[in-house]
């Protein structure tokens, strides 16, 4: 059997504006934006690129606060100034050993921010 790749989920206590922090960070929108749909407040919110051209992304709600570090995270493109000006933690800066950035969601989510070349 092949697995193929469907969507990305990500845990959080407040999801709904979690939600709303990953769409700024990403430039997506929520997904019943789009449809017109209506989802009970407390219902996964799924996030999307409004182009179509990136994977959807569900923020889904959860009783615990993140204890330890991801095993599994995102690497995005972008400017790590930027993401920490928005509500993102800077864990550990570009250099040394690493070439990118390690930062943390306004919930604690660990992800790897490198900057575009130019």
Not at 18 to 35: I, K, M, N, P
Not at 62 to 71: F, I, L, M, Q
Request: hydrophobic letters at 40%; aromatic letters at 10%; one cysteine or more.
């Amino acid at each position: 059997m092949t697995a193929k790749f469907k969507d990305m989920v990500i845990d959080a206590r407040d999801h709904q504006a979690l939600a709303d922090w990953w769409c700024t960070a990403f430039g997506y929108v929520r997904r019943d934006s789009l449809t017109g749909d209506e989802r009970p407040p407390d219902w996964p919110v799924p996030i999307v690129d409004p182009t179509g051209s990136a994977p959807l992304f569900w923020v889904c709600p959860v009783p615990e606060s993140k204890t330890v570090k991801n095993r599994m995270h995102l690497d995005v493109w972008g400017n790590p100034d930027e993401l920490v000006a928005a509500g993102a933690t800077l864990i550990r800066a570009k250099g040394g050993d690493i070439e990118w950035h390690v930062l943390a969601d306004p919930e604690g989510n660990e992800f790897c921010v490198f900057e575009p070349r130019e």
